[in-house]
């Protein structure tokens, strides 16, 4: 028997979704796939809850992913744990041949985003320890779900063809997609959905947010002692400060669309000795990768004017970096149709009231929940970046995002963590895993519509050519998060449920 993380709320998952429209009934494999998800909402919630009190951040999700590939393959699916160089990167496929469609998402949590669930006070489950203030754990049942639902429906009806997905590592450090498009995933895919959490259905199409790169200058210099010989010393936290201001005085003269922000990672020894060593982590980002890289090239130019100035030496590490999502508007009208047939949950009104106190305590408007899913046009695109944007320029994408969210609780605080295991999750879960594999069947049982995106994407996608950031030699941060996991876990396991969720 598997344990579910039980919200006081009441609202039962199996009945999300019961009543379908008539548009869904039209398509006995939809069908299928929908008894699949309502019939496993349960597992798919152990999935999502299990993932969350994992809180595992970015290329230390072992956990979660021993998890999913342990249910997986219990499933029936193929599963790769490892790949492209990372141990926490998984894929999982089942089927051959064509048309592969792949769902693209990621599991990972927040630093310091531990939160006890349902809980409108800041009261973290272990003080200082991650935690998924985004929800992600809600992207491991909702993939694992739907891409079952599809894998039934495949076996049932013989639709040939393959259904996979990609958990890709260190999705908020934007750190593992340039490496698994490099690794060559996604070359016989003809399509992806694109998934992450929010507070309604939605899909969108065109640029839908921005790109991003992140490098680490490192100055070096010479110590001395600040009173008795200071001439000697080269100060690398000087050239630190003179690239911020240099950095400052260039911003006027960029184009409005631009972000930059920085922290300084080594700033100094102690006052009486001048440092040889100082550090400064940047990251720029534009609505276009060329435009992000001809901002990022002026930056370089300014470390370099900063050591000049000083008289130290620098060199840049390449962190991380993420083109903005293209999404195609042939699989979103795709997607839209199916989101409109699947519909909103219909939210109790415990559930309705919690979402309005919840607001009220945090100092949001008071809306509840959405009833109605977001019209297709009506995303706009965002300032953020996910890495999952380096996918979408190789191979046709939609996008899906499913309300498992409360509106107006943003993501990387604490808040954020408040909701992910509560009954509002998974009914938000139920749709969306129906939603996706709706979609998935669309582009596995329509040669047209792959051709179609295929042929758009042709187009849309030449625009602007695809170059990835990485050096040739880059690896991935594969220690990224590993002190701080090392801390945390042993007083994080005591929150961990015994799940073994199977589908059936
Ligand atoms: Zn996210």
């Keep these: 028997m598997n344990r579910t993380f039980t ?23 939809k069908q299928l796939a929908f008894e699949t998800i309502d019939r496993n909402a349960a597992e798919m919630a152990a999935i999502s809850d299990s993932i969350f009190f994992f809180g595992e951040p970015g290329m230390q999700e072992v956990e979660s992913t021993k998890l999913l590939k342990g249910t997986l393959e219990a499933a029936g699916f193929r599963v790769e744990l490892g790949g492209a160089g990372m141990p926490t990167n998984l894929w999982a496929e089942f089927g051959s041949g064509r048309p592969k469609i792949a769902i693209v998402t990621e599991i990972d949590a927040l630093p310091s985003g531990s939160q006890t669930p349902l809980s409108f006070d800041h009261a973290p489950l272990v003080a200082g320890a991650p935690g998924h203030m985004e929800g992600h754990n809600t992207h491991g049942g909702v993939a694992s779900a739907a891409a079952f639902a599809v894998k039934q429906a495949m076996q049932r009806f013989n639709i040939p063809g393959t259904v996979a997905i990609s958990f890709g590592p260190a999705e908020e450090q934007i750190a593992s997609r340039p490496f698994i498009v490099r690794a060559g995933y996604f070359k016989d ?3 992806v959905i694109v998934l992450h959490i929010r507070e309604t259905l939605s899909t969108g199409y065109g640029v839908q947010n921005y790109a991003a790169i992140s490098s680490i200058f490192t100055f070096h210099g010479k110590t001395a002692h600040g009173a008795v010989n200071p001439w000697d010393g080269k100060d690398a936290v000087d050239a630190v400060e003179l690239m911020d201001i240099g950095f400052d005085k260039l911003r006027e003269h960029l184009r409005p669309t631009y972000r930059a922000h920085r922290t300084i990672t080594v700033g100094g020894i102690q006052p ?39 008289g130290t030496t620098y060199d840049v590490q390449y962190a991380a970096s993420a083109w903005p999502q293209l999404a195609s508007k042939t699989i979103a009208e795709a997607i839209q149709k199916n989101i409109d047939a699947v519909g909103m949950p219909k939210w109790t009104e415990e559930e309705q009231k919690f979402a309005r106190d919840f607001q009220k305590s945090a100092d949001r408007p008071v809306v509840g929940l959405r009833t109605a899913p977001a019209a297709l046009g009506e995303r706009q695109q965002s300032t953020s970046s996910n890495d999952n944007g380096d996918v979408t320029w190789v191979v046709p994408a939609g996008l899906l995002t499913f309300p498992s969210s409360v509106p107006g609780i ?15 999750s998974h009914k938000g879960q139920v749709a969306g895993a129906k939603v996706l594999a709706a979609s998935i069947i669309d582009l596995m049982t329509s040669p047209e519509l792959v051709a179609k995106a295929r042929a758009e994407f042709e187009v849309e996608s030449k625009r602007i050519p695809y170059f990835s950031l ?4 880059a690896k991935p941060p594969v220690d990224l998060n590993r002190t701080e996991m090392e801390k945390f876990r042993p007083d994080m396991r005591k929150f961990y449920l015994s799940n073994t969720p199977r589908f059936n």
Excluded: C
């Design 470 to 473: 990485l050096p040739p030699d």
């Design 189 to 191: 895919v003809d399509a």
């Design 272 to 310: 009486n000795i001048i440092p040889d060593r100082g550090q400064i982590w940047w990251f720029v980002r534009d609505a276009s990768m060329p435009a992000a890289k001809t901002t990022y090239d002026k930056l370089v130019k300014i470390a370099e004017g900063a050591a000049l100035m000083t």
């Design 7 to 29: 919200s006081i709320l009441i609202g039962s998952v199996a009945l999300a979704g019961a009543l379908l429209p008539p548009a869904a009934q039209a398509d006995e494999r």
């Design 410 to 424: 943003e993501y990387h605080e604490w808040h954020a963590a408040v909701t992910p295991v509560s009954s509002i």
